[in-house]
């Protein structure tokens, strides 16, 4: 049974950085992609990015460019994003998703979310 | 960015009612548009992938179709559990972008 199971509630001021993790089960870890949206509150959803678990290689939304990280840990199954310099726009809650894989881009499965609040 | 519009952003339906919901692509994705449901407080839920397939396990009810820069989602009789929002992907190019999604009450 495949599972995404991320990190708890994070609390952080602005100009702060935060980590969220994502540790994946019932399948095999490299052979799908995963990508990181959000949802800022009673919003839509919004893309930040993909990494390759097997290579680490990642691509990022633009406008996120120079505040995100997305990295990978093969030892433990893990996938994490960190954002630096958070500013109140970006609370919202962070969701990690597998990509469904043979190039169809859609999101099969998904972590349960991450609340991220931005707050003085 | 490709930008994604559905239609419309709120319906009223009632319990076996037939509801079509349409997303619009602002350049041609072929048919790489998925649609999920987000039901309060939870993830969302992958419904249809690749315009017209169903997700395993999705009831059948759920269809999709389209094309090019028009898809529609269409649910054959509601249920109750099926009020909820419902969000179009275009996976065709980073980065990904998804519909404002639709409201069912």
């Known amino acids: 049974q495949v599972h995404l199971v991320q990190s708890g509630t994070e609390v952080k001021k602005p100009g702060a950085s935060v980590k969220v993790s994502c540790k994946a089960s019932g399948y095999s870890f490299t052979n799908f992609y995963i990508h990181w949206l959000r949802q800022a509150p009673g919003q839509g959803l919004e893309w930040m990015g993909i990494v390759n678990p097997s290579g680490g290689s990642t691509k990022y939304a633009q406008r996120l460019q120079g505040r995100v990280t997305m990295t990978r840990d093969t030892s433990t199954n893990t996938v994490s994003v960190e954002l630096r310099s958070l500013r109140s726009e970006d609370m919202a809650m962070y969701y990690c998703v597998r990509d469904i894989g043979y190039g169809y881009g859609a999101f099969d499965y998904w972590g349960q979310g991450t609340l991220v609040i931005v707050s003085s | 960015d490709i930008q994604m519009t559905q239609s419309p952003s709120s319906l009223s339906t009632s319990v076996g009612d037939r509801v079509t919901i349409t997303c619009r692509a602002s350049e041609s994705i072929r048919n790489y548009l998925n649609w999920y449901q987000q039901r309060p407080g939870k993830a969302p839920n992958l419904l249809i992938y690749?315009?017209?397939s169903l997700q395993s396990g999705v009831p059948s009810r759920f269809s999709g179709s389209g094309s090019g820069t028009d898809f529609t989602l269409t649910i054959s009789s509601l249920q109750p559990e099926d009020f909820a929002t419902y969000y179009c992907h275009q996976s065709y190019r980073t980065p990904n972008t998804f519909g404002q999604g639709t409201r069912l009450e």
């Open positions: 690749a315009a017209s």
